[in-house]
């Protein structure tokens, strides 16, 4: 089971960036996925959550409004548009999956997760 995040680079604050992340080795379409970000020096924090049905999703008060999580459970991507970026989204950017259908906020609910891919927004 693998997933592999993509997208991430250099971008101007109040610039957008779009996060894609592909699952293998076995079909997520029943499974809940989520983003998180690790900024330099700190911990790992959520960011966005979505179920499998992609009709309910959670985001992190820092993103709401700014950030939109989306899935296709055919191509088996989960993906993550960034709208407005800020200084202070410069991360890690990780793609989780849960064993389970709802998403979460919390960390220790995502069993298979990403290698990360790093976003860095200039001021």
């Known amino acids: 089971v693998q997933l592999q995040a993509s997208g991430g680079g250099l971008v101007q604050t109040g610039g957008s960036l779009r996060l894609s992340c592909a699952a293998s080795?076995?079909?997520?379409?029943?499974?809940?996925l989520g983003w998180f970000r690790q900024p330099p020096g700190k911990e790992r924090e959520f960011v966005a959550a979505i179920d499998w049905s992609s009709r309910n999703t959670v985001y992190a008060d820092s993103v709401r409004g700014r950030f939109a999580i989306s899935r296709d459970n055919a191509k088996n991507t989960v993906d993550l548009q960034m709208n407005s970026l800020k200084p202070e989204d410069t991360a890690v950017y990780y793609c989780?999956?849960?064993?389970?259908?709802?998403?979460?906020?919390?960390?220790?609910?995502?069993?298979?997760w990403g290698q990360g891919t790093l976003v860095t927004v200039t001021s």
């Open positions: 989780a999956a849960r064993a389970a259908v709802w998403g979460t906020a919390n960390e220790g609910d995502y069993v298979y």
């Open positions: 080795g076995r079909t997520f379409s029943n499974r809940a």
